[in-house]
């Protein structure tokens, strides 16, 4: 694969749960990239959850899962498998952003014993990522890589259970977690050889928003790995 000085290869996908976008994606077998152009992998997941309890059935308590995730990931260049050799001088970006909305069950929920509304905003985006095998990456050019998850919770509340020998409460989870993982070179599995002469750009940013009672968690890393 070779992308010449002054080509552009942009990639971009949306969609609402786990979009996927891989600029360059070598797959199996040996393989050269070498890059003096451009290259751009973007992706965007965004959710607005609507969440529909079961409907209460008298004196059978339910469990209600209504588990919330999203995780988006792109890639500028993917080795794939096999023992690759990639070499770039232009610039590779990827970026990858995720969002769940705040949700709101408007009536008390009847019925439900244990539930689980937690949300989950995975995003992560690689520049430039070698794969399995025993690959050699060269880049004297420029690399970036974003990553933004931000996550909110679900406002809901419960209506005592009715049913005889209980306490009539309900168990809960409504955990918020956030998590932003940015990578510039990624050498991957093997035994790699990579060297950066250029310049990178790493940044990712995870934030959680949550309602009354909801545990968070919020994680972030940028990294240049071998």
């Known amino acids: 694969v070779t992308v010449m000085s002054g080509a552009l290869i942009t990639l971009s996908a949306g969609g609402i749960r786990n979009p996927q976008a891989t600029a360059v994606d070598t797959g199996e077998d040996q393989d050269s990239v070498f890059n003096a152009g451009e290259i751009v992998a973007e992706t965007l997941a965004v959710l607005t959850p609507v969440l529909t309890p079961p409907d209460p059935i008298?004196?059978?308590?339910?469990?209600?899962?209504?588990?919330?995730?999203?995780?988006?990931?792109?890639?500028?260049?993917?080795?794939?498998?096999?023992n690759d050799t990639i070499t770039s001088s232009g610039s590779v970006t990827a970026s990858s952003t995720a969002v769940i909305l705040p949700s709101l069950?408007?009536?008390?929920?009847?019925?439900?014993?244990?539930?689980?509304?937690?949300?989950?905003?995975?995003?992560?985006?690689?520049?430039?990522?070698?794969?399995?095998?025993?690959?050699?990456?060269t880049n004297t050019g420029s690399l970036g890589a974003d990553a933004t998850a931000t996550a909110a919770g679900v406002n809901v509340s419960f209506a005592p259970i009715k049913e005889d020998g209980k306490d009539g409460k309900s168990k809960i989870?409504?955990?918020?977690?956030?998590?932003?993982?940015?990578?510039?070179?990624?050498?991957?599995?093997?035994?790699?050889?990579?060297?950066?002469?250029?310049?990178?750009?790493?940044?990712?940013?995870?934030?959680?928003?949550?309602?009354?009672?909801?545990?968070?968690?919020a994680k972030g890393s940028a990294a240049m790995s071998a």
Do not use: C, H, M, R
Not at 124 to 130: C, E, L, P, R, V
Not at 198 to 208: H, L, N, P
């Open 58 to 82: 008298p004196g059978t308590p339910q469990l209600w899962g209504a588990l919330i995730k999203v995780g988006p990931e792109s890639k500028g260049i993917d080795g794939g498998t096999g």
């Open 105 to 137: 069950v408007p009536a008390p929920v009847e019925g439900v014993s244990k539930a689980d509304v937690s949300s989950t905003a995975n995003a992560k985006s690689t520049a430039i990522d070698g794969g399995d095998g025993n690959d050699s990456i």
């Open 173 to 217: 989870n409504g955990n918020v977690k956030a998590s932003a993982n940015a990578t510039g070179l990624d050498g991957g599995a093997g035994d790699d050889t990579v060297t950066n002469l250029g310049s990178f750009g790493v940044t990712s940013s995870a934030t959680t928003l949550a309602a009354g009672g909801s545990g968070v968690e």
